[in-house]
């Protein structure tokens, strides 16, 4: 049959098939029910869906009624919002909460989108479930069931989900002889080959160490807590599918797929499934190999093919880290890959049965004309519809197609909202095609289009790409490191083996652009085995300060008069250095101060963008500005360098503070001296490397490691320092404060001190927080990177609702982290930096136990922990304010627990300290949102998002009081603070003639 | 006759005259000339005009061949210009200084301009003029001639320009029998009654110290060397016309015709005419006024009516200033007033003749017309045109007309060029009728339509005026005091009476919103009469400040809560305050601390300006900024308040400084202790009015005048205080700095200080130096206020090549000066603030006679000044950057002189100072101008302006180096200084579903 004829016939049988159903609504559109009126409204109103859709999320986390009535008044109560008239009675803006009406409205909301959460939900307890499920079965649906719940933070939990799969198996088993097989032709099978009993599993919370960065560890960990699900499913002689969740999963969940189904005691059973995404523009190419690998391996499959589910997701987080969009933007475009992709499976019928998952009429015409077209049994195909979804479709299906099978989620409400979440998108969202047949009941015609067709005309129909911007571009992020493409997770070793093959490195100052060695040499080792030196680093001396001042002295002039623009210049060529030799600075950072490969790719992404982002706001600053408008004169606001620079930087962000830094200062035309941190002068030598190799003159960059002790007052005070940019310790930033603000014999300008301190900061878990979301996060800002971040979470404070909820999941999530050697992958938490940080954390560990209780000491144990400078990963509880636990920067992993009553209280503690740096919390109350913008007393407040991992432009960051005395890197505001503004004022009358400038306001 | 029979008539007569000269061109559009070759290229292309003009400007000060030649060079040269091709030859960016064929084209370009300046000029020496005025006279016309030059910067300039007059008047003379009267009845007389010899006076020159403000004095300094001359022109029978300068002078002039025009001596001869202008809109009842005067008076007079020279001077001026503009904007608008005024004096013929000084044909036809129809007998007018300008209309006229005079300027193109420039700018305006007459050809009919006609089609064709813009709409400076005005005159002697009526004021502390008596009080008196008590101002001790940072404190976060917008509503109530007295709170300041009227008014609209702009930077910074594009996440960028801040003011722009920076730490959100100078006490409690007019909060302001050693280092270490805003001296600056780097027990954050500090500041004089506006320009900026401003010139570098030209005309300005108190308001300097200053000030002048030679040193002698705290001005010439003089802030009028060998030399002292505040530069050299604009190290440099007031938003002020470390008062960073920035980044993705920001970058 050709193309055309195939077209027809789809486009025939769509037609029947909406013949077929007319006049039918899915129950959720039904707008007799309260449901129904609600969707409707929200499909009209964007702000209210939002609101909408977020109180749903909230809603299973209330447990009380002025906890409901509240959160009621904070989302809908609002002035700003449109209700529909379901909604709007009983609900005003003020008092509602007092009012008996008022909680009696709140509870029929709650109610009612309890019943809309049921509806898509076969049971909530498996007594429910089975009695259902027999229901649809008598009504000639197949079922597969689904336990609702995705994330699990702890092994605890995922070691608990895997117990309730086996649970959930023994009820099935139990209940299965009820089950009758459908268009059974005596096997006992539905529609003589199918299992009755079909279980859908999503792979990732079964291991909760899942990282794309440790893949094999991953897949492991995965496996180990599957295997036994499957074993169960085999042994009632049922099926299973693996579904697909976010993209970070696929290859993962992929290779899990293959080792089960390959498996020695598995390989004889087929009834093993997998999912793949339409939407995906991978997803060819992977269906492609797996039935490549099942027909080498010789092992029949099963595809599901869906649409997917994670769209907003994928954009989101592809946008937010830099990466190319991985989902079809063009909704047409998923349709025709998911026909394209079906084609491909039911050509390979014989090794690959398909389930085709979708609600499309045309999508599944065209799977059903397909397969007829390539006569293909119908024992190869089946249908799937999402249980309380798009009933007349299903209805249909089943009196044409007969093999349907239902998609049922089976559990609480609680876990289950995501999902519940996701079905309301899909029902609501403007391109569905459940909202536009059934609910918009749009051209049929143009429903039935061929996909591939209507992509291409939309693509056609967009603009095309933006005018090419000028060089240098609008700036963009770095992209963070895609752990899920093997080449970067191969990259890394790669790196390391290269790094370490150069052996003991030496490395001089370097001052007027030439090395200098002196006497004075300190080694840099690897705190994770202290016996591996990695460095010999020479050490500048007064003598070499006076040295490489002269050298900025000498190029001072000349700097400040080379125009912005090509200031701007060298540090994007330093930048393009660093891109070009990523892996390689990731890994002498590995080594010398223990990040993970995470971490380390984020510290040199973020000094990549230091660089990128100063040089374009050097372009945006170095363009004077007219001031006023009056004719006859032209008034010029511009910036000029504040003269030669010190840059005092930490060993955390080795390369990205330093970088920031040095590159705010040469970009606006100081000539710097540079100390790196003792601990880190081998990263710090990569500066010397970027900036030799972007051919900054000599003198504009000096490197001059050494001991504070020797050289760091003589430094910042001497007379030709004009600037000093600290990042450290507050001990040491008051010191140059102090220092600083007292001339020198012989100095020409008040010096300029730019000091990012310590932090002590909090993150809030409100009595409505997302728990499985507040839980890692907490854990990621408390730990990551040794918790050796001035950003780090130091302070968990909960609110006394939710504490007996969150602190137990918290501990779990910690014991079941992986530490030890940042070089391993699959370590979430490795040495401190050095001896004396361990000492000094070691003594806060003891603090600790005097002053809280302790619940999670943790240890690295192994073998190759033995030689590193490792300390216990700590959570300690009973913390209050007048603590010292919760009042000093301890720079490691010890994290305090506080207990607050309320969120007036928490707040309250949040702000008991005199640092202000960063903050997080996690709430979906939108009154206790905005109370934390404007009382939560940080300089980076998140909300519902950890404290750690401020962007460049995206996040500036820096925080006040004790915190720091600079504007915000990586913010509009942060070269203001290099340089000094000066207006030129040119009076442009000469005898009574005045030019005319282009914006001069004449009359 | 009807108006449009007479219409008909005027397009017939105007049809008729353009036949008569129809093929004709005027000398300088002649194309065959380089003359008329540079005027065709430049009336093309504006950038070329603007350096040809300019060029033409400097040219008189190019004594060198080598500074012609580097000259030419520098405008014509550079790679922006399209040059004419008969100045492109021998012109190439590189090396023409050095080539031979460089410099003969410079020679050349040079003649030729001075050719074209010649051709405006009757004559360079009396014999010449004589010989062309016997020329011209045999070819028919009449002439008035006038003396060229206009600017005076000394009474002794102003006494030689008298001299010159009475010497032309003699050559006049002497030549005069050789003039036979033109179309002589028999009178000996032109036409019948006409003087043969004609003298036109620009009446300003002849009495430098003319000012707007003293016009009582102006007038009789006026009257006393123009009647000489008058009485010398009388005596020979001649006639004299004054002319009418720029709008500042009007009134002067008209009151000076009148004095003249009535005096006894006079009274009997009819021969005295003035100018007035029909491009102002006042002129319609100027004109009116004086033909009252004239009939009441029974003294016949004579008036030019011209269209007037000065209009982007008067536009530039009115803009610049914030005035209403005075002249018409639409050309059209002139040219119906010419003919609607002319109309005016020619049905007043019998009194007033009238002299109708145009080239515009149609406007020579409707007065034609029009006095033929009003049946004017043709001794009662004639015509008059520019000598050099549009050769065929005076041949036309004297056809046509017969009585036609040409106005012949007279002497030395130096002082001279204003006019030529006049000329050439007449010449090329677009919308000149000249051009479109002559050189463009354009069409008869279009040239000759009625102006009132045209100028309603143009102003229907205008676009309506903008929008009303939103509340509180963009910034603009308060208006400047036009003493040009009667009302303004009169306001300030009111306003001082009122203020005296008071009688001794008791001032108290205001804290927490109500006044606190101490029991410490400090007089504060007038300082030009030490016997005058103004005020009892009681003290505050630290009991006090504690008091004060209580209320503070209350206030602090309900303060800091309150939204930018309502913080901004406050300052602009406060700034409504502060208009509505504005006159009253200026005499304060003259009684305090002896500012002058201008001087005081100055600082009242700082003050205003202040507030206004700092209320619309808060509405502009208070507007969270989003950051980033990502979906799924807002991050905005905001600021807040720094918390408590301590606002040490000086006494010297003493409510404009204390406004700035006690207005900016309020809008920002914090709560402020002010404490004023102890000189300026009454003037700062002007803010605790404005502040209480305007409903601040109670304990937002505080007012807490005390004395330095009792409170001052209290207040600055006090815990509480996060922020100090101090302008002052460079010591005390340092104190501050110093204390508020170590932080106090408890302090919670580290302080921030702005601080604005000294200047030593200097204005170069290059050798190509506009002298008339250097000369006054030095001289206002070194002892305005007596010096007293931190932007007051204290250095004036004179390049060797200039300096014998500069200085004596220099010393002269300064002997010309009025000195004494600042009530008075024809004095230009007062006394200094007090006694402590006068005693500082006098070491200096001590020091200056030790290390220079003294120039000028006056002392103000009258009666009045006795009690005063008077101390010479002094100019003090001979030094060198070693000296002490020139190193030290004086903070009076002490002016060094020092002379430089060249530029490099100039630039090199003026910034051998720790200094970087100010400075200025009178140069008319682009290359130098850029070098001044890359090397000349000042927060605020001024081109060809003097080094004072800079106005709020146009020059944002301020220096760097040793003379502050804030960013500029008034300028766009200022109000940054007083807030935290602060990042919220809230993750907006739950359960997979991102709500669509509108700025999202999507797909």
């Known amino acids: 049959m050709d193309k055309t004829q195939l077209e027809q016939r789809i486009v025939a049988r769509g037609r029947e098939f909406f013949q077929s159903i007319s006049g039918e609504a899915p129950s959720i559109f039904n707008k007799g029910w309260w449901t129904g009126k609600v969707m409707d409204w929200s499909m009209k109103n964007e702000d209210f869906k939002v609101r909408l859709f977020r109180f749903v999320d909230v809603l299973p986390a209330l ?50 989108i309890e019943k809309m959460g049921r509806q898509f939900i076969v049971g909530q307890d498996a007594r429910e479930a089975v009695k259902n499920i027999q229901r649809l079965r008598k009504d000639g649906f197949a079922f597969t069931i689904d336990l609702l719940g995705e994330a699990t933070v702890s092994e605890a939990e995922s070691e608990a989900r895997m117990q309730e799969h086996l649970d959930l198996m023994d009820a099935v088993a139990e209940a299965k002889d009820k089950f009758k097989p459908l268009g059974d032709g005596g096997s006992g099978l539905d529609w003589g080959g199918e299992p009755v009993v079909n279980l859908s599993v999503k792979p990732s919370a079964f291991y909760s160490q899942t990282k794309a960065r440790d893949f094999e560890g991953s897949v492991q ?39 089960l189904r390959g498996a020695d005691e598995f390989r004889h059973y087929p009834h093993l499934g997998i999912v793949f995404q339409a939407y995906l523009k991978c997803t060819d190419q992977d269906v492609a190999e797996m039935l490549t690998w099942a027909r080498t391996q010789n092992l029949p499959i099963t595809i599901r093919l869906v649409k997917g589910a994670y769209w907003d997701h994928e954009t989101v987080r592809a946008k937010q880290m830099g990466w190319e969009v991985p989902v079809y933007t063009i909704k047409a475009e998923s349709d025709a890959a998911f026909e394209r992709v079906s084609r491909h499976v039911l050509e390979n019928a014989d090794i690959c049965r398909l389930c085709c998952a979708s609600h499309n009429v045309r999508t599944i015409a065209a799977v059903m004309e397909t397969a007829q077209a390539l006569n293909v049994p119908e024992s190869r195909y089946e249908f799937q519809v999402l249980y309380g979804m798009a009933e007349p479709v299903r209805k249909g299906l089943r009196k044409v197609a007969g093999r349907v099978r239902l998609y049922c989620p089976y559990g609480d409400l609680i876990p289950g909202m995501a999902y519940l979440v996701r079905r309301l998108l899909e029902n609501t969202a403007n391109e569905s095609f459940l909202r536009q047949s059934f609910a918009d009941e749009a051209d ?69 652009g030439a090395p200098v060695y002196t006497n004075d040499v300190l080694d840099s080792y690897n705190p994770a085995d202290t016996g591996e030196v990695l460095a ?28 912005p623009a090509e200031r701007a210049e060298y540090l994007l060529r330093a930048a393009a250095h660093m891109r ?105 030598h990569g500066l010397v490397e970027a900036f030799s190799a972007a051919g900054l003159p000599a003198g504009v960059f000096n490197f001059v490691p050494g001991r504070s002790s020797v050289m760091g007052d003589y430094l910042v005070g001497h007379k030709d320092i004009s600037l000093i940019a600290f990042t450290g310790s507050l001990e040491v930033g008051l010191r140059i404060m102090a220092k600083a603000a007292v001339p020198a014999p012989g100095q020409l300008q008040c010096k300029k001190v730019i000091a990012e301190m310590g932090g002590k900061n909090a993150i809030i878990i409100d009595d409505d927080a997302e728990l499985d979301e507040a839980v890692q996060q907490t854990v990621y800002s408390a730990f990551g990177f040794q918790g050796q971040k001035c950003s780090a979470c130091s302070r968990v404070i909960v609110l006394d609702a939710v504490y007996d909820r969150f602190v137990p999941r918290l501990v779990e999530a910690c014991r079941s982290l992986r530490l030890g050697p940042a070089e391993n992958p699959a370590n979430v938490m490795g040495p401190v930096v050095d001896r004396a940080a361990q000492k000094s954390i070691m003594a806060y560990v003891e603090l600790a136990r005097k002053e809280g209780r302790v619940l999670v000491e943790r240890m690295p144990g192994g073998q190759d922990c033995a030689a590193g400078c490792y300390v216990p990963l700590t959570v300690v509880e009973g913390i209050t304010p007048e603590h010292r636990i919760a009042q000093e920067e301890i720079f490691g992993p010890v994290l305090a627990v506080m207990r607050a009553a309320d969120f007036d209280q928490a707040l309250e503690y949040a702000n008991s300290t005199r640092f202000a740096l960063t903050g997080a919390v996690f709430s979906r109350s939108p009154r206790h949102l905005e109370r934390a913008r404007a009382e939560f007393n940080v300089g980076n407040l998140y909300l519902n998002r950890g404290s750690t991992g401020a962007l460049v432009e995206r996040q500036p960051f820096g925080g006040f009081n004790m915190s720091g005395i600079g504007s915000k890197t990586g913010g509009p505001d942060y070269l203001l603070q290099f340089m000094d503004p000066y207006v030129v004022t040119e009076n442009t009358m000469r005898r009574g003639f005045a030019p005319i400038e282009e914006d001069d306001d004449w009359v």
């Not at 009632?236 to 080792?259: H, N, P, V």
Request: neutral net charge; hydrophobic residues 45%.
């Open 536 to 563: 010999r680093v020479h050490q500048a001396g007064t003598a070499e300060i006076d040295r490489a001042l002269e050298a900025a002295v000498a190029v001072r002039g000349s700097w400040r008069a080379t125009p």
């Open 63 to 112: 447990s009380t009624t002025e906890s409901l009535t509240r959160h009621i008044e904070e989302y809908f109560a609002s002035d700003s919002g449109d209700l529909p008239p379901v909604m709007k009675a009983g609900l005003t803006t003020a008092g509602l909460a007092g009012k008996l009406g008022g909680k009696l409205m709140a509870k029929a909301i709650s109610a009612n």
């Open 221 to 259: 960990g995965l496996y180990n807590r599957l295997a036994p699900v499957y074993r169960k499913v085999v042994q009632m002689g049922g099926a299973m599918c693996i579904d697909m969740e976010s993209l970070d999963y696929k290859d993962i969940t992929i290779e899990l797929f293959k080792r």
């Open 444 to 512: 049929m015609a143009r429903l039935l289009e061929d996909p591939a067709a209507a992509a291409e005309r939309e693509r056609a129909a967009r603009p095309v790409g933006r005018e090419a911007a000028p060089a240098p571009g609008p700036f963009e992020n770095h992209p963070m490191i895609d752990f899920t493409l093997p080449e970067a997770r191969e990259a890394f070793p790669q790196a390391l083996a290269r790094v370490r093959a150069h052996g003991l490195r030496e490395v001089p100052l370097f001052i007027g």
């Open 580 to 684: 070009a030799n990523i892996h390689d600075l990731c890994a002498v950072q590995v080594l010398e101060v223990g990040k993970q490969w995470d971490q380390a790719h984020a510290d040199l992404a973020e000094a990549v963008d230091f660089l990128e982002y100063y040089a374009r706001e050097m372009l945006r600053l170095g363009a004077p500005r007219r001031m006023g408008r009056a004719p006859g004169e032209v008034n010029l606001y511009q910036y000029r360098p504040k003269g030669i620079a010190a840059v005092i930087a930490p060993w955390n962000f080795p390369l990205a503070i330093s970088t920031g830094m040095v590159g705010a200062a040469i970009v606006t035309g100081n000539p710097v001296l540079y100390k790196p941190s003792g601990l880190s002068s081998l990263v710090g």
